[in-house]
Structures are given as C-alpha cells and as structure tokens.
C-alpha cells in the first residue's frame, strides 16, 4: 500500500493537515530566505560602517542598505537623533532594534500554532474514526462483530494521528531553528548598539 493510499484512507481531516504542512513550508522558506539576506546584508554593512572615514559615508551606507538591514535602520536613526546623550542614544537606538526583530518575527506566530494545532487534528480524527468503529459494533453486535473489518476501521482511524504527529514535529523542530537564528540575529543588534554611538563619537558628531 502506497504513502497515497494511506493518505486518501485517512479521511478528511488529512487534506486539513495537508494545508498546514503547506503552510508551514511557506512559512520556514521565506523566513530562511529572509533571515539569510539579513545576515548577509549585516555582514556586509558592518564591514564598510567601522571602516567610514566621515558622517557623510556613514549617511549614505544607512540610505543604500535600509530595506535590507535592521543595523541600517539603526545607523539611520542615530544620526536623526538631535541629541548625544548617551542613554537616550542607546535608547532609541535599542527600541529601533527591538521593532526591526519584530518585524522578522513576523509568521513565527503562526508556525507554533500549527506545530500545537497540527497533532491535536491527528488525535481528533483518530477520535472520530474510533467514535465510526465503535458505532459499527453496536450495529453488528446482533449478528456478529466482523473482527478483520472492525481491525481496519482501527488502523485507518489512527493515520491521522501519525499524520498530525509528523506535520507537528516536524513544524516544531524548524521553528526553534528559527528562533536561535532570530536570537543571534538579536544579540548581534545588540553588540552593535555601543558601536555604533562609539563610532559617531570618533567622526565628531
């Protein structure tokens, strides 16, 4: 019997656990998409930012690289700011980094709630199928009970427990993938902070 089969056996609620491993494939390539350009923009910035020689670079690498880099909001913000004072710099600056991770959060929501929402399926359409087979036995019990034909209803009732179980696992591993990459992209943001005010303080701003 093929994986085919087995799925079309499983009845309805499988096409439901279909969506969701749709969704969370979605999901996990457009965030690994975006969390890689991300670092790969960050690199590159970092690079040329510690290397400027005056604001006006400074400037000009915060323009170029704002759609692509949370540091380049950063970088932007900073020098908008009308004031040097220290804490409120760091502030501000630490409240941009805190949005822009915000906004690469967005989606993870959604993947742990069909990482938790996705076996619970399972387990609902293994409680319907068992609720089918046990109505079966009430229905034979006058002439029989067919136990090869009740062991079936049994076996198909638990497919979409193993279904659901796969589809969650598997949503679950990636989404914590994806939050410790999330999580060193915060942490780098962080490191950066105190960079950032140190190098306007060494071009005189």
């Known amino acids: 019997m093929t994986l085919l089969n087995l799925f079309f056996q499983g009845g309805v609620l499988m096409y439901v656990l279909l969506l969701i491993s749709i969704l969370v494939i ?23 930012l ?23 909001v950063m970088l932007a913000k900073m020098l908008s700011l009308g004031t040097d004072e220290f804490a409120l710099v760091k502030e501000s600056l630490e409240s941009t980094a805190n949005m822009e991770l915000h906004k690469l ?3 993870m929501g959604w993947l742990s709630t069909f990482a938790a929402v996705a076996p619970l399926i399972g387990f609902l359409g ?8 046990f109505m079966d036995i009430q229905t034979q019990s006058q002439s029989g009970v067919d136990i090869n034909l009740l062991a079936g209803g049994i076996w198909e009732a638990m497919l979409t427990t193993i279904g659901g179980l796969i589809v969650g696992i598997i949503a679950i ?15 780098d943001l962080s490191d ?9 303080k060494e071009l005189g701003a």
Not at 126 to 133: K, L
């Open 126 to 133: 293994t409680v319907i199928g068992m609720v089918r087979v």
């Open 192 to 200: 950066c902070v105190i960079q950032l005010i140190i190098k306007k």
């Open 173 to 187: 591993v990636l989404y914590n993938d994806l939050i410790q990459k999330l999580e060193a992209i915060a942490k």
């Open 105 to 107: 959060e967005k989606g």
């Open 50 to 72: 510690f290397a400027s020689k005056n604001l006006g670079s400074l400037s000009e690498l915060a323009s170029e690289n704002a759609q692509s880099s949370p540091l380049a």
């Open 26 to 48: 979605s999901i996990v390539i457009d965030k690994y998409r975006l969390i890689r350009l991300v670092n790969v923009a960050q690199d590159k910035l970092k690079g040329e």
